[in-house]
Every structure is written in C-alpha cells, then in structure tokens.
C-alpha cells in the first residue's frame, strides 16, 4: 500500500524558510523510473508544479522558483525534504507530494499517488 | 515556457457525453495525462500515458491525444464526475519540468 504523508509548519512569516518533509511507504525511490514531487495549489487556484526528484537522485524545479527551491531525500528514512527560501504571502497554498513515475518515455511523467496536502500560510 | 489551456468550465447533464480539452503546442509528441480533483480532496490520476486508466477508474473515462489537443472524455456522466479536471505534462523543449494545465470545472447540471 502506497502512502504518502506531508508534514511541516502551518504558519511560516514572510522572509522566512519553509521546510516541508513528505514521508512515504509502499515503494522505493530507489527503484526506476520511481520518484517523488512536490505540487502546490493556493486556496481557489489551479494546482502548480514545483519539484521532482527521481530515483536517480536528479532533481528538476519549476522554472520559476528554481532559485528559491532546494529538494533532497533521505533513503533510509523513506523521506523527500523541500526547502523554500524567502516565503511571501502568495506562497500560501495546500502543498502536495507525490509519487511521480515515469514511463519508458522522457515524457511520460504521472502523479499516480497523492498526499493529503498540508495547508501552509504565510503571514505576519 | 510551454503553456497547457483547458476551458474554465464545462456543463453537461446527467448520463451524456462530457468533453474537457486540453491544448499545448504539439503536445500529441508528448504524453498527457488527467487527474480530477473535488472540494476539499487530493487529486485523483484518471488517465495516464494519453489513454490508460488507472485500476479502480471505471471505464467511462477515456482519454485521447491527437495534433495539439488532449481530450478527457466522460461518457454517461454521473452527479459524483462533478469536479475539477486537470491535464498534464512532462516539457523538455525548453527546460524539463512538468506542467499542468489550468484546470476546468465540470458541472453536471
């Protein structure tokens, strides 16, 4: 059984650095064509992609926080962490991991299991 | 950067045929894939690699991926199909990253 769980602070203040950890069974990341991502989705809004690291340990950000973004993974601990510097008020969102494979196809990428999403707003 | 447009929204009555679009700039060369969302609940994978569905999707989802434009078909659309629809990518022509599309709210009136 697959699951995936986020975890991390409800409440972050602007300028500071959000660390969100998603802790995950069922599969290995070190298995091919495994990986895991990180998506947001602010209150009423669509749902963006920030970060993908796969099995390989490459990691892929979205092009537009790419400076502010940093993943790492912790293989004996199942975890995938994510770091977002210099947090602002419209990075409040539900943010989502997931496990992400990827097809024998370079794009062939698909969200196939889902977190429950952890709520994180920034504010003074 | 490379953009998915879908409709905000799309109707349909209860037991017809709905169809949510997707298009991007020759995305039938790239694989796409849905994923339904409802209030208050995680995205759902409905259609992976342009037509497959996942174990437990019924059959009534089918998906398609022709020119530039993906398709999400619900056939004999259901009150419980009410939800938000989102298609996907996986971009390398410009940087490798994923992109989602901006999302259609289906309503079953």
């Known amino acids: 059984q697959v699951t995936l769980r986020e975890s991390g602070p409800a409440l972050v203040k602007p300028t500071q650095t959000l660390t969100l950890t998603c802790t995950f069974s069922?599969?290995?990341?070190?298995?091919?064509?495994?990986?895991v991502s990180w998506v947001r989705q602010p209150p009423g809004k669509a749902l963006e992609w920030l970060a993908l690291i796969d099995w390989d340990d490459n990691k892929y950000y979205s092009t537009s926080l790419k400076t502010s973004l940093t993943l790492s993974k912790d293989s004996s601990k199942n975890q995938v962490v994510l770091t977002m510097t210099n947090m602002d008020p419209v990075d409040t969102a539900t943010y989502y991991c997931a496990r992400t494979k990827r097809g024998a196809a370079v794009t062939n990428y698909y969200f196939d299991y889902w977190g429950q999403g952890t709520l994180v707003t920034v504010s003074t | 950067s490379y953009e998915l447009t879908q409709p905000p929204s799309v109707s349909v009555s209860p037991g017809q045929t709905a169809t949510i679009t997707c298009s991007g700039d020759?995305?039938?060369?790239?694989?796409a894939c849905w994923y339904h969302q409802k209030p208050g609940q995680s995205p759902l994978l409905v259609i992976y690699q342009d037509t497959k569905r996942p174990s437990g999707i019924p059959a009534r989802f089918s998906g398609s991926n022709s020119g530039n434009t993906a398709t999400l078909t619900i056939s004999e659309t259901q009150a419980m199909d009410e939800a938000d629809y989102y298609c996907q990518t996986w971009d390398s022509t410009t940087a490798s990253r994923v992109v989602f599309g901006g999302g259609t709210r289906l309503t079953v009136l």
């Open positions: 069922g599969f290995s990341l070190s298995t091919s064509g495994m990986c």
């Open positions: 020759k995305l039938a060369s790239k694989y």
